[in-house]
């Protein structure tokens, strides 16, 4: 198994904004060729020494929250290791792992608690992401909390959960154009 090195490369040094956010297929293929197994494994629970260190915990977090999205996008995979993740996001804010790595990655701590359709976790995300001091970041978290606050879920999701969108959540996402939570 690859260890949580190859995934801090990978991702914060050989790529960034563009490519995370960005949603190229070329970006997904790449991903996919250098790390499907390593999602599988982790995706497993097998990447349990990686918590050892704050960078450790940070790349399997990336793994389970942001590699799930690449590699599975616009299918219900995409989605299925939200609540590990956010599970060991929280236990990581809990123990202040996130405050012990750069600045600029930090925000990869928080990304499960924005991904989670509960308004619980979504206002602590909010918390998290205005204590990191980035009005840019904090906007998406709000926008997202506001988004659980009115349909208590993302509409962005339903089709590929096989969710059934409600005339009010149609609407909302023919405004969106395009923006995908």
Do not use: C
């Not at 790529?15 to 197994?37: C, I, M, T, V």
């Not at 599988?40 to 097998?46: H, N």
């Not at 260190?53 to 616009?74: C, K, M, W, Y």
């Not at 995300?125 to 988004?147: C, I, P, W």
Request: glycine letters at 8%; proline letters at 4%; zero cysteines.
């Amino acid at each position: 198994m690859q260890g949580p090195d190859a995934v801090i490369r990978f991702w914060f040094e050989e790529h960034g904004n563009e490519d995370w956010f960005g949603g190229k297929p070329e970006f997904d293929a790449r991903l996919a060729e250098r790390f499907a197994e390593l999602h599988a494994q982790v995706a497993r629970g097998e990447a349990w020494p990686w918590r050892e260190t704050p960078e450790g915990r940070l790349a399997e977090l990336v793994v389970l929250d942001q590699f799930s999205r690449q590699l599975h996008r616009n299918s219900p995979l995409a989605f299925a290791q939200d609540k590990m993740a956010l599970a060991l996001a929280q236990e990581a804010v809990a123990g202040g792992h996130d405050m012990a790595v750069e600045r600029e990655r930090i925000m990869f701590f928080y990304m499960p608690y924005m991904h989670a359709e509960s308004l619980l976790v979504q206002d602590e995300g909010v918390k998290l992401f205005a204590a990191l001091g980035s009005e840019n970041l904090l906007q998406y978290m709000v926008a997202h909390r506001d988004t659980v606050a009115r349909f208590g879920r993302f509409p962005f999701r339903n089709a590929a959960l096989g969710r059934r969108s409600t005339p009010e959540e149609l609407a909302y996402m023919d405004e969106q154009k395009g923006r995908m939570f």
